[in-house]
């Protein structure tokens, strides 16, 4: 037993400290030499990263150049106006300075409520603003005829809508003519002319017939600048002046009188006429319209005449041109371009002895497209 014992104690004895490998580096201030060193930037490009973060901060402080319209289904972006100040001389059509609203008037001799929601739809959903337009119907009835207004609140519930009556517009016209001039006027052509001499609250407004359809942004009208223009209308080369008009009798007209309103150049025989169902009116201009127009009725003597000139001739060189685009189009003619057709639905045809009833004549079917849903459980079919 004692030799095994000193037999572990020699073993024990003899035995090294095993020393561990020499991996530690020679210089002690780099702890991984295979590895390259950070780059050092140059004092430059410090300068130009500090400049350009200034720059960048600088850049909130400008004003916003466009803007996101909530209403907008495809959330495009939208200019702001560059010119918030415009110059005096430019008049902003239609939109009125108080409100800020966009006045659309229209003028219907029977009341059609179905052709009435095809136009106010149509209007409504192609324009970008339709909380900003305003929509002012002249019926026979106007506002007395609550169950029409409130048929159409109904299908418009979050629009501006508004019924007048025909009554102070017509006696208006009457007051300032004689029955035989009377009878030679069309109301609903020269109806938006008077309008603003009679509601003082619509100086400015776009007028459309509301047989029509419009496929283009009506707010994109609001622009036009009317300072040296009583309105704004498309022309219509497939009627001409000559068509209505003896061009002789014309020519005799200007030789013999002298009215301040007759042309001082001769007149273009055949010259496109005005299309009368879109029209951008700016009342401040009009106060001598109606004068006029009378004046010609009575020296041409357009007792029967399908349709009476004396307007074209009292707008001659005197209204801004429209694009092509904004001329009234059949539907069956239309092209990219174009922003407004004729109503081609059935219709209510205005009758002499108060028995309005539905045109039996063929129609499209492009007022589909605009009929709100519910239209026919809330008008009648």
């Known amino acids: 037993m004692s030799s095994s ?26 702890i991984h030499p295979d590895l390259n060193q950070d780059p050092n930037p140059k004092p430059a490009l410090h300068f130009l990263a500090f400049v350009l973060i200034v720059f960048l901060g600088l850049l909130q ?7 996101r319209d909530p209403a907008d289904p495809l959330r495009n972006w939208v200019p702001f106006n560059s010119q918030p100040s415009s110059p005096p001389t430019t008049v902003k059509l239609a939109v009125d300075e108080d409100d ?14 179905k052709v009435l929601a095809v136009f106010t739809n149509s209007t409504l959903s192609s324009s970008r603003y339709p909380d900003l ?14 169950v029409s207004f409130f048929k159409l ?27 035989v001039e009377y009878a030679s006027l069309n109301l609903e052509e020269i109806a938006p002319f008077i309008i603003p001499s009679v509601h003082q609250s619509l100086r400015k407004f776009i007028y459309v017939s509301p ?10 009208l609001t622009g036009m600048d009317l300072t040296a223009h009583v309105v704004a209308a498309a022309e219509d080369c497939s009627k001409r002046l000559n068509t209505y008009v ?44 109606l004068e006029i127009v009378l004046w010609w009725s009575k020296v041409l003597n357009l007792r029967n005449s399908e349709r009476n000139p004396a307007i074209a001739l009292a707008l001659y060189n005197r209204y801004l041109k429209l694009s092509d685009s904004w001329l009234v189009k059949e539907p069956a003619d239309i092209t990219e371009k174009s922003m407004i057709i004729h109503y ?16 039996r004549s063929p129609h499209g079917n492009s007022w589909l497209k605009y009929l709100p849903s519910m239209s026919n459980q809330i008008l009648g079919s």
């Not at 337009?133 to 609550?146: I, V």
């Not at 609140?153 to 102070?168: A, R």
């Open 246 to 289: 003896n061009s002789d009798v014309l020519d005799a007209i200007q030789r013999s009188d002298s009215k301040p309103w007759i042309s001082v150049t001769p007149y273009e025989k055949d010259a496109c006429m005005p299309d009368l169902s879109l029209l951008l009116i700016d009342g401040k201009k009009l106060e001598e319209f």
């Open 61 to 67: 402080f400008l004003p916003a150049s466009h803007f």
């Open 133 to 146: 337009l305003h929509f002012h119907f002249f019926t026979p009835q106007g506002d007395e005829d609550k």
């Open 5 to 30: 014992y000193m037999s572990w104690r020699s073993s024990a004895t003899n035995r090294r400290p095993t020393q561990p490998p020499d991996d530690t580096p020679k210089n002690p201030g780099s």
């Open 153 to 179: 609140k109904v299908l418009f519930p979050h629009s501006n809508i508004d019924l007048h009556g025909q009554d102070e517009v017509e006696e208006a016209i009457k007051r300032a003519s004689s029955g």
């Open 211 to 220: 047989n029509l359809i419009l496929m283009g942004r009506i707010e994109e």
């Open 100 to 113: 800020g609203m966009i006045h659309i008037v229209s003028w219907m001799q029977c009341l059609d409520l």
């Open 344 to 359: 081609d639905g059935p219709k209510i045809v205005c009758s002499e002895f108060g028995n309005d009833n539905v045109s």
